[in-house]
């Protein structure tokens, strides 16, 4: 996942990561990501949960706007 991330950004693409994982995220380093507090093979909820979803992805595509110094994980606060 990072080391993906890591070669699309050097091609001027900017990406941010939905993770499950914080500690394993972490130490792989992506250049962006959002940890979710979700059980494996739901990072964005339940399905067919548009609101709680578009909410995620939103705040997820906000990182990219973010000064902050990469890697970076930032946690996502459901509400």
């Known amino acids: 996942m990072g080391l993906i991330q890591s070669v699309v950004e050097r091609s001027g693409i900017p990406t941010v990561s939905v993770t499950v994982l914080r500690e394993i995220t972490e130490?792989?380093?992506?250049?962006?990501?959002?940890?979710?507090?979700?059980?494996?093979?739901y990072p964005l909820g339940a399905p067919n949960d548009r609101v709680a979803q578009r909410r995620l992805i939103v705040t997820a595509?906000?990182?990219?706007?973010?000064?902050?110094?990469?890697?970076?994980?930032k946690e996502y606060k459901d509400g």
């Open 61 to 73: 595509l906000s990182l990219l706007e973010s000064g902050e110094e990469r890697p970076f994980v």
């Open 27 to 41: 130490r792989v380093g992506p250049p962006r990501a959002l940890f979710v507090d979700r059980p494996l093979g």
